[in-house]
């Protein structure tokens, strides 16, 4: 297997047998495959002409304005094309703005390449890929049997299922899923607004009304919902139905507020601009590195200009500007749980800690 990246860093990464990034349970079976000559990472594009089959995993962000860039995949394959060679699989995991495949078709077409073209949305969630890729059913979508049949085969490799839809249909069950978990969240977090200012206890009140009633199993607990792809496929969503897509803006509204209304409940109670406040985890969520899309940056955004120091500690996030657990306990007045790092779950402090995930297990309210 080789493996094809811009960044040379990342590629001398894999090549010494290191995990760019944490996922559990994959260090030891890449440092396994490198060792036994399975796997190796270049930053040359014409090594995929060796390939039978080729898989794309570019990103595919949103810009300032919340708009899809719907060139990005077809981009790559375009820059791509003079290496492909004829009778490749070319199967595209990224996902896609609706139309997406479509416009690779076009791509291929123009190069006048003869390569089967399949769209495989991956579905696996960070942290999870190495249990997901083989109990998650595959969704395979292509234009022709011949591709269909030669991307089914791949993945059966990995999983007994497969879900064929049809290359428009798999865009849009790909952002409908994350679109979904994000508006869940949304609700989630609106629901917890609501019980905290009533004073109550929202992880109390979600406990009861899931214990023996399946029908409420689904509503996940408060927190900060950002990441890589759940906002982004919200808005891709949004602009596929001309701005239209209601659900979606009014959940971007309640998650992206989530920072401003708990600092505005800090002030309520606290004189910030007299305090050193701390955030624990900078992740985006829970037991991750990723620091991309997380509303804890919001959060030191907006404590920046109301408290006299802010401090940010992760056990897993990468920064300079960060300080241990126990040296923000230390000097903070206040600590806000920014992700639920596991770490947390049993906090060595007396000093007031602003948890709306619930994984203090204090009841905290703010």
Known sequence: MTLVDIDAYAVATVNDGRLPFREDGAADRLAAAVEGGQVEATTRAAAIGGAECVIVVVGTPIDAHLSPNVEAVPRVINDLADHLVDGQLLVLRSTVHPGGTKLVERVLLRSGRDVDLAFCPERIAEGFAMTELFSLPQIVAARTERAAARAEKLFRTLTERIVPLSPEEAELAKLFTNAWRYIKFAAANQFWMLANDSGMDFDRIRNAIGDGYPRANDLPGAGFAAGPCLLKDTMQLAAFDNHA????YSALMVNESLPLYVVSRLERDHDLSTMS??????????????PRGSLAYKLRKLLAVRAAETLCSDPYVLDDRFVSTEELLRRADLAVIGAPHSEYRALATDKPVADIWGITGRGVRI
């Open 245 to 248: 897509f209601v659900l979606g």
């Open 277 to 290: 406040v701390g955030i624990l985890g900078m992740a985006f969520k829970g037991g991750s590195d990723d």
